[in-house]
């Protein structure tokens, strides 16, 4: 694979043109990729509403009919459901565990 990246000042934004000899499953993921750098989530914290990047998540959890996006230095509501988020974000790496997974060496009490 060849990567060539060139500055043209008259650009508004970052095109990419991806050029392969047949589409396949390297090319799907790059894709899926690239445009996980575009895809937001729409949440709110307690004065406004925000446009969250995926690649900015660490995790979501579902709390009593509620659904929160834990970033690295806050965390945010979103009016979307966990089964609705999981469809949007399983392309990009995300996976859905149990809760008793999280911590699996804590002694039960």
Same mark, same amino acid.
């Given at each position: 694979?060849?990567?060539?990246? &060139?500055? +043209?000042?008259?650009?508004?934004?970052?095109?990419?043109?991806?050029?392969?000899?047949?589409?396949?499953?390297?090319?799907?993921?790059?894709? +899926?990729?690239?445009?996980?750098?575009?895809?937001?989530?729409?949440?709110?914290?307690?004065?406004? &509403?925000?446009?969250?990047?995926?690649? +900015?998540?660490?995790?979501?959890?579902?709390?009593?009919?509620?659904? !929160?996006?834990?970033? &690295?230095?806050?965390?945010?509501?979103? +009016?979307?459901?966990?089964?609705?988020?999981?469809?949007?974000?399983?392309?990009?790496? !995300?996976?859905?565990?149990?809760?008793?997974?999280?911590?699996?060496?804590?002694?039960?009490?």
């Amino acid at each position: 694979m060849k990567i060539k990246a &060139e500055q +043209d000042l008259s650009c508004n934004e970052i095109e990419i043109i991806i050029k392969y000899p047949q589409k396949d499953m390297q090319v799907n993921r790059i894709i +899926d990729f690239l445009q996980s750098f575009d895809m937001q989530i729409k949440c709110t914290d307690d004065h406004a &509403e925000r446009m969250i990047n995926i690649l +900015d998540i660490y995790y979501i959890e579902s709390v009593d009919k509620k659904t !929160f996006v834990y970033l &690295e230095n806050g965390v945010y509501r979103t +009016d979307f459901r966990l089964y609705q988020l999981k469809n949007k974000l399983q392309t990009y790496g !995300f996976v859905q565990i149990s809760k008793s997974c999280m911590n699996p060496d804590k002694e039960k009490t």
